[in-house]
């Protein structure tokens, strides 16, 4: 059985201009805002500290007592839609619930995305899954598992998350909390293949979430050639200039995350800073 597709929120509102009349949509670069869940709580982390193997736990950039919902809330205010909600690892489903509650149509979840639970979290209010682990298998791309996620929860409420490292020149899709290398790498023909059965990408430069130490230009103008559908980047952003360096190298094409540069998150880029120069580029 499918889900629907419909959607009574749209995902992306942006610079309205009326004109004789009538009213047209002018769509640029956009800001996604998260909310990043661990162990049931709004974190930042650096994510290529996340692992199983690991018993003393991730770096943790910022960490907070203040519910999902109080961001959700904020963003919603802030006609932020598209963002993302990510659960990292087990015990962040009521805090997920929260988020989402808070606005319905606003996010995208991720985070342990299967067909058994994807209708679960978009009957909680989000627009669109997120999945990767579920559709590799033995480092492989499984065709006939993402076939099947894009047909139970339809293609317009799927994103594909292609968070990757660099090795040897190329960079490939890592999975299993970004720990394990598989044998697809970001170009052209695996984007365009992909993108029969989804939305959106997202993708992580993995060696640098977290760590606000600068946007990976190279990947942004990969992403910008590459992929036939939308894409957010996400990764080391750390001031405006970073923002600057993603609209200029990706064209106005790639859309990006910024998480712990935010002052809400701990760091020293305003918040309100960053929507302003959102609703500036969704005008561009």
Known sequence: MSISTGSKHTLRPACDVKSAGTQMYIYGMRFRPCIDL???????????????????????????DRKPSEFADMYRRDGLYGGHVVMLGPGNEEAA????EAFPG??????GITPDNAGIFLGMGASHVIVTSYVFSGGHIDWERLEQLSAVVGKKRLVID?????????????????????????????????????????????????TRSGVDGELVELLARSSPIPVTYAGGVRTFNDLEIVRKRGGGRVDVTVGSALDIFGGAMKYADVVAWHRRESCR
């Open 162 to 210: 292609l968070s990757c490292r660099k090795r040897e020149g190329l960079y490939y899709v890592v999975t299993d909390r970004w720990q394990t290398f598989t044998s697809m790498t970001i170009e052209s023909d695996s984007m365009h293949s992909l993108a029969r059965f989804c939305d959106e990408f997202l993708v992580h430069a993995a060696d640098i979430e977290g």
């Open 106 to 111: 606003g996010f995208q979840i991720g985070g």
């Open 97 to 100: 619930r929260d988020a989402l």
């Open 38 to 64: 661990h162990e049931g709580k709004v974190k930042q982390i650096v994510g290529k500290t996340l692992s199983d193997k690991d018993r003393s736990g991730p770096v943790t950039n910022f960490v907070t």
